[in-house]
Protein backbone atom coordinates (compact mmCIF):
# COMPACT_ATOMS: atom_id res chain seq x y z
CA UNK A 1 0.00 0.00 0.00
CA UNK A 2 0.57 3.42 -0.77
CA UNK A 3 1.21 5.91 1.94
CA UNK A 4 -1.39 8.34 1.76
CA UNK A 5 -0.88 12.24 0.44
CA UNK A 6 0.27 14.48 3.11
CA UNK A 7 -1.20 17.56 4.28
CA UNK A 8 -0.94 20.14 2.09
CA UNK A 9 0.22 18.29 -1.07
CA UNK A 10 -2.07 16.85 -3.97
CA UNK A 11 -2.63 13.49 -5.55
CA UNK A 12 -2.70 12.65 -9.13
CA UNK A 13 -6.29 12.80 -9.50
CA UNK A 14 -6.34 16.62 -8.01
CA UNK A 15 -3.74 17.09 -10.25
CA UNK A 16 -5.64 16.44 -13.31
CA UNK A 17 -8.68 18.28 -11.67
CA UNK A 18 -7.05 21.52 -11.21
CA UNK A 19 -7.08 23.93 -13.68
CA UNK A 20 -3.87 24.53 -15.56
CA UNK A 21 -2.38 28.28 -15.55
CA UNK A 22 0.48 29.54 -17.38
CA UNK A 23 1.21 29.06 -20.62
CA UNK A 24 -0.49 26.46 -21.61
CA UNK A 25 -2.78 26.23 -24.91
CA UNK A 26 -6.47 27.85 -24.85
CA UNK A 27 -9.45 25.82 -24.81
CA UNK A 28 -10.79 24.48 -27.98
CA UNK A 29 -14.06 26.26 -27.89
CA UNK A 30 -11.92 29.67 -27.59
CA UNK A 31 -9.28 29.12 -30.21
CA UNK A 32 -11.98 28.19 -32.84
CA UNK A 33 -13.89 31.55 -31.66
CA UNK A 34 -10.46 33.66 -32.40
CA UNK A 35 -9.99 31.43 -35.33
CA UNK A 36 -13.27 32.42 -36.93
CA UNK A 37 -12.68 36.50 -35.43
CA UNK A 38 -9.54 36.33 -37.70
CA UNK A 39 -10.91 34.78 -40.36
CA UNK A 40 -13.40 38.02 -41.59
CA UNK A 41 -11.46 40.34 -43.94
CA UNK A 42 -13.42 43.86 -44.05
CA UNK A 43 -11.96 44.52 -47.31
CA UNK A 44 -13.89 41.07 -48.72
CA UNK A 45 -16.98 42.49 -46.79
CA UNK A 46 -17.05 45.46 -48.36
CA UNK A 47 -16.77 43.89 -52.07
CA UNK A 48 -19.63 41.52 -51.36
CA UNK A 49 -21.98 44.79 -49.91
CA UNK A 50 -21.24 46.44 -53.30
CA UNK A 51 -21.78 43.33 -55.09
CA UNK A 52 -24.75 42.81 -53.36
CA UNK A 53 -26.01 46.67 -53.87
CA UNK A 54 -24.90 47.09 -57.66
CA UNK A 55 -27.40 43.39 -57.92
CA UNK A 56 -30.12 44.43 -56.05
CA UNK A 57 -30.08 47.97 -57.02
CA UNK A 58 -31.80 47.74 -60.74
CA UNK A 59 -34.13 45.27 -59.18
CA UNK A 60 -35.09 48.12 -56.62
CA UNK A 61 -35.73 50.83 -59.60
CA UNK A 62 -37.92 48.53 -61.68
CA UNK A 63 -40.19 48.08 -58.19
CA UNK A 64 -40.14 51.61 -57.20
CA UNK A 65 -40.79 52.98 -61.15
CA UNK A 66 -43.71 50.02 -61.76
CA UNK A 67 -45.53 51.53 -59.21
CA UNK A 68 -45.68 55.22 -60.99
CA UNK A 69 -48.07 56.80 -63.94
CA UNK A 70 -46.32 57.63 -67.28
CA UNK A 71 -46.37 61.21 -66.44
CA UNK A 72 -44.76 60.94 -63.46
CA UNK A 73 -42.32 58.61 -64.59
CA UNK A 74 -40.68 60.88 -66.43
CA UNK A 75 -40.61 63.90 -64.07
CA UNK A 76 -39.57 62.07 -60.61
CA UNK A 77 -36.75 60.57 -59.16
CA UNK A 78 -36.25 57.49 -60.13
CA UNK A 79 -35.33 56.04 -56.62
CA UNK A 80 -37.92 57.06 -55.02
CA UNK A 81 -41.94 56.67 -55.44
CA UNK A 82 -43.94 59.92 -56.45
CA UNK A 83 -47.43 60.19 -57.17
CA UNK A 84 -49.94 58.00 -56.36
CA UNK A 85 -49.45 54.50 -56.14
CA UNK A 86 -50.29 52.90 -59.73
CA UNK A 87 -48.73 49.50 -59.52
CA UNK A 88 -52.42 47.46 -59.91
CA UNK A 89 -53.24 49.86 -62.60
CA UNK A 90 -50.43 49.04 -64.68
CA UNK A 91 -50.37 45.44 -64.00
CA UNK A 92 -54.19 46.09 -64.94
CA UNK A 93 -53.16 47.91 -68.12
CA UNK A 94 -49.92 45.78 -69.13
CA UNK A 95 -52.62 42.86 -69.49
CA UNK A 96 -55.25 44.37 -71.52
CA UNK A 97 -53.10 46.89 -74.10
CA UNK A 98 -53.08 46.13 -77.74
CA UNK A 99 -55.67 43.50 -77.27
CA UNK A 100 -53.87 41.66 -74.55
CA UNK A 101 -50.79 40.87 -76.47
CA UNK A 102 -48.68 40.52 -73.15
CA UNK A 103 -50.94 37.45 -72.68
CA UNK A 104 -49.64 36.22 -76.15
CA UNK A 105 -46.73 36.89 -75.45
CA UNK A 106 -46.21 35.21 -71.86
CA UNK A 107 -47.29 32.20 -73.15
CA UNK A 108 -44.48 31.89 -75.57
CA UNK A 109 -42.10 32.30 -73.80
CA UNK A 110 -43.58 29.48 -71.32
CA UNK A 111 -44.09 27.74 -74.61
CA UNK A 112 -40.35 28.38 -75.70
CA UNK A 113 -39.24 27.36 -71.80
CA UNK A 114 -41.26 24.38 -71.39
CA UNK A 115 -39.83 22.96 -74.94
CA UNK A 116 -35.94 24.29 -75.42
CA UNK A 117 -35.53 24.47 -71.74
CA UNK A 118 -37.09 21.16 -70.57
CA UNK A 119 -35.86 19.61 -73.98
CA UNK A 120 -32.14 21.08 -73.67
CA UNK A 121 -32.17 19.87 -70.05
CA UNK A 122 -33.39 16.28 -70.74
CA UNK A 123 -30.70 15.53 -73.52
CA UNK A 124 -28.20 17.36 -71.30
CA UNK A 125 -29.10 14.64 -68.57
CA UNK A 126 -29.10 11.68 -71.08
CA UNK A 127 -25.79 12.47 -72.74
CA UNK A 128 -24.20 13.88 -69.89
CA UNK A 129 -24.37 10.37 -67.69
CA UNK A 130 -23.98 7.97 -70.89
CA UNK A 131 -20.46 10.21 -71.61
CA UNK A 132 -19.50 9.30 -67.82
CA UNK A 133 -20.23 5.89 -66.97
CA UNK A 134 -20.19 4.36 -70.36
CA UNK A 135 -16.84 4.05 -71.53
CA UNK A 136 -16.59 3.63 -76.01
CA UNK A 137 -14.30 4.39 -78.35
CA UNK A 138 -14.10 8.16 -79.86
CA UNK A 139 -15.32 9.36 -75.95
CA UNK A 140 -12.15 12.02 -75.88
CA UNK A 141 -12.82 13.10 -78.97
CA UNK A 142 -16.28 14.01 -78.10
CA UNK A 143 -14.91 15.68 -75.14
CA UNK A 144 -12.85 18.08 -77.18
CA UNK A 145 -15.86 19.14 -79.27
CA UNK A 146 -18.38 19.58 -76.54
CA UNK A 147 -15.37 21.74 -74.90
CA UNK A 148 -15.12 23.97 -77.71
CA UNK A 149 -18.92 24.29 -78.53
CA UNK A 150 -18.81 26.29 -74.79
CA UNK A 151 -16.05 28.33 -75.51
CA UNK A 152 -18.03 29.47 -78.77
CA UNK A 153 -20.66 32.07 -78.26
CA UNK A 154 -24.21 31.83 -79.19
CA UNK A 155 -24.36 35.27 -81.10
CA UNK A 156 -21.87 33.69 -83.03
CA UNK A 157 -23.75 30.77 -84.55
CA UNK A 158 -27.39 32.80 -85.10
CA UNK A 159 -26.64 33.69 -88.25
CA UNK A 160 -25.73 30.23 -89.49
CA UNK A 161 -28.65 29.28 -87.92
CA UNK A 162 -30.63 31.65 -89.35
CA UNK A 163 -29.29 30.36 -92.91
CA UNK A 164 -29.73 27.08 -92.46
CA UNK A 165 -33.38 27.45 -91.39
CA UNK A 166 -34.20 29.96 -94.07
CA UNK A 167 -33.52 27.26 -96.45
CA UNK A 168 -35.39 24.40 -95.09
CA UNK A 169 -38.42 26.70 -94.13
CA UNK A 170 -38.59 27.04 -90.81
CA UNK A 171 -38.10 30.78 -89.92
CA UNK A 172 -40.88 32.50 -88.00
CA UNK A 173 -42.33 29.91 -86.39
CA UNK A 174 -41.94 28.60 -83.01
CA UNK A 175 -39.50 25.59 -84.17
CA UNK A 176 -36.94 28.46 -84.99
CA UNK A 177 -36.58 29.33 -81.31
CA UNK A 178 -37.59 25.84 -79.91
CA UNK A 179 -34.96 23.38 -81.81
CA UNK A 180 -31.60 25.89 -81.21
CA UNK A 181 -32.72 26.26 -77.42
CA UNK A 182 -32.23 22.22 -77.41
CA UNK A 183 -28.41 22.44 -77.82
CA UNK A 184 -26.94 23.02 -74.53
CA UNK A 185 -23.22 22.23 -74.46
CA UNK A 186 -22.47 23.97 -70.93
CA UNK A 187 -25.20 21.74 -69.90
CA UNK A 188 -24.07 18.19 -71.37
CA UNK A 189 -20.25 19.43 -69.73
CA UNK A 190 -22.10 19.79 -66.58
CA UNK A 191 -24.06 17.03 -65.98
CA UNK A 192 -21.08 14.97 -67.57
CA UNK A 193 -18.78 16.28 -64.87
CA UNK A 194 -21.65 15.80 -61.91
CA UNK A 195 -22.74 12.59 -63.12
CA UNK A 196 -18.96 11.37 -62.77
CA UNK A 197 -18.75 12.37 -59.31
CA UNK A 198 -21.98 11.97 -58.15
CA UNK A 199 -22.31 8.46 -58.77
CA UNK A 200 -20.41 5.76 -57.61
CA UNK A 201 -19.88 3.13 -60.40
CA UNK A 202 -19.86 0.86 -57.42
CA UNK A 203 -23.16 1.37 -56.72
CA UNK A 204 -23.84 0.62 -60.28
CA UNK A 205 -22.05 -2.82 -60.26
CA UNK A 206 -23.80 -3.73 -57.54
CA UNK A 207 -27.10 -3.46 -59.63
CA UNK A 208 -26.14 -5.12 -62.09
CA UNK A 209 -24.95 -7.89 -59.95
CA UNK A 210 -28.33 -7.74 -58.98
CA UNK A 211 -29.85 -7.99 -62.37
CA UNK A 212 -30.96 -4.58 -62.71
CA UNK A 213 -31.33 -3.23 -66.41
CA UNK A 214 -29.81 -0.38 -67.51
CA UNK A 215 -32.65 1.83 -67.77
CA UNK A 216 -34.03 0.43 -64.49
CA UNK A 217 -30.83 1.34 -62.92
CA UNK A 218 -30.74 4.93 -64.36
CA UNK A 219 -34.21 5.69 -63.33
CA UNK A 220 -34.09 4.12 -59.92
CA UNK A 221 -30.53 4.87 -58.63
CA UNK A 222 -28.82 7.50 -60.81
CA UNK A 223 -31.51 9.77 -61.62
CA UNK A 224 -32.36 10.73 -57.62
CA UNK A 225 -28.80 11.27 -56.87
CA UNK A 226 -28.38 13.47 -60.03
CA UNK A 227 -31.29 15.63 -59.09
CA UNK A 228 -29.27 18.72 -57.71
CA UNK A 229 -26.87 18.71 -61.06
CA UNK A 230 -30.60 18.40 -63.00
CA UNK A 231 -32.38 21.05 -61.31
CA UNK A 232 -28.75 23.23 -62.23
CA UNK A 233 -28.97 22.69 -65.95
CA UNK A 234 -32.70 23.48 -65.99
CA UNK A 235 -32.07 26.77 -64.15
CA UNK A 236 -29.25 27.78 -66.15
CA UNK A 237 -31.47 26.95 -69.49
CA UNK A 238 -34.45 28.43 -68.31
CA UNK A 239 -32.92 32.00 -67.95
CA UNK A 240 -30.80 31.51 -71.30
CA UNK A 241 -34.23 30.56 -73.10
CA UNK A 242 -36.38 33.14 -70.78
CA UNK A 243 -34.10 36.07 -71.67
CA UNK A 244 -33.42 35.02 -75.31
CA UNK A 245 -33.46 37.74 -77.57
CA UNK A 246 -30.76 37.72 -80.02
CA UNK A 247 -31.98 34.87 -81.61
CA UNK A 248 -36.00 35.32 -81.71
CA UNK A 249 -35.11 38.71 -83.32
CA UNK A 250 -33.42 37.51 -86.63
CA UNK A 251 -35.86 34.30 -86.68
CA UNK A 252 -39.72 35.80 -85.93
CA UNK A 253 -41.26 38.64 -87.67
CA UNK A 254 -44.94 38.00 -86.43
CA UNK A 255 -45.65 39.38 -83.50
CA UNK A 256 -48.20 36.70 -82.37
CA UNK A 257 -44.81 34.57 -82.07
CA UNK A 258 -43.12 36.94 -79.75
CA UNK A 259 -41.38 36.07 -76.59
CA UNK A 260 -41.69 38.92 -74.08
CA UNK A 261 -37.91 40.06 -74.61
CA UNK A 262 -38.87 40.72 -78.38
CA UNK A 263 -42.51 42.02 -77.21
CA UNK A 264 -41.86 44.42 -74.51
CA UNK A 265 -39.07 46.12 -76.86
CA UNK A 266 -41.36 46.20 -79.85
CA UNK A 267 -43.70 48.51 -76.81
CA UNK A 268 -40.14 50.48 -76.06
CA UNK A 269 -40.03 51.74 -79.34
CA UNK A 270 -43.38 52.89 -80.10
CA UNK A 271 -41.89 56.48 -78.36
CA UNK A 272 -39.54 56.70 -81.51
CA UNK A 273 -42.06 55.95 -84.28
CA UNK A 274 -44.27 58.77 -85.97
CA UNK A 275 -47.44 58.83 -83.95
CA UNK A 276 -46.42 56.44 -81.94
CA UNK A 277 -47.82 56.22 -77.94
CA UNK A 278 -45.59 56.45 -75.22
CA UNK A 279 -45.88 53.49 -72.79
CA UNK A 280 -42.52 53.26 -70.84
CA UNK A 281 -45.02 52.60 -67.20
CA UNK A 282 -46.05 49.62 -69.10
CA UNK A 283 -42.62 48.30 -70.03
CA UNK A 284 -41.68 48.50 -66.76
CA UNK A 285 -44.29 47.01 -65.65
CA UNK A 286 -44.11 44.38 -68.11
CA UNK A 287 -40.42 43.79 -67.02
CA UNK A 288 -41.11 43.02 -63.61
CA UNK A 289 -43.68 40.33 -64.31
CA UNK A 290 -40.84 38.68 -66.38
CA UNK A 291 -38.24 38.73 -63.26
CA UNK A 292 -40.98 37.50 -60.78
CA UNK A 293 -41.12 33.88 -62.29
CA UNK A 294 -37.37 33.43 -62.39
CA UNK A 295 -37.17 34.98 -58.73
CA UNK A 296 -39.54 32.24 -57.68
CA UNK A 297 -37.77 29.56 -59.96
CA UNK A 298 -34.31 30.18 -57.89
CA UNK A 299 -36.40 30.36 -54.28
CA UNK A 300 -38.76 27.64 -54.63
CA UNK A 301 -35.86 24.76 -56.04
CA UNK A 302 -32.98 26.37 -53.84
CA UNK A 303 -33.00 23.26 -51.66
CA UNK A 304 -32.17 20.95 -54.18
CA UNK A 305 -29.01 23.10 -54.81
CA UNK A 306 -28.10 22.85 -51.10
CA UNK A 307 -28.85 18.76 -51.05
CA UNK A 308 -25.71 18.62 -53.52
CA UNK A 309 -23.39 20.69 -51.92
CA UNK A 310 -21.33 17.82 -50.21
CA UNK A 311 -21.71 16.03 -53.14
CA UNK A 312 -17.96 14.43 -53.74
CA UNK A 313 -16.62 16.23 -50.45
CA UNK A 314 -15.43 12.93 -49.08
CA UNK A 315 -13.35 10.30 -50.53
CA UNK A 316 -13.76 6.95 -49.97
Known amino acids: MTA????????????????????YPRPIR???????????????????AVVTLYSLLPLVWLVINACKTQPRLLDSFGLWFSGRFALWDNIRETFGHDHHIFVRWLLNTLLYVVAGAGGATLL????????????????????????????????????????????????????AVIVPSLVSPFGLYLMWVFAAEAVPDELLEAARMDGSGEIRTFFRISLPLLAPGIVTVLLFTTVATWNNYFLPLIMLRNPHWYPLTLGLNAWNEQAATAGGQPVFNLVITGALLTVVPLIAAFLLLQRYWQSGLAAGSVKE
Do not use: C
Open 4 to 23: PARLGEAGPAAEAAAPRRGP
Open 30 to 48: ARRRTDRRSRRSPLLTGLT
Open 124 to 175: AVLGGYGLAKFAFPGRRAIFAVVIGAVAVPGAALAVPTFLMFSRIGLTDTPW
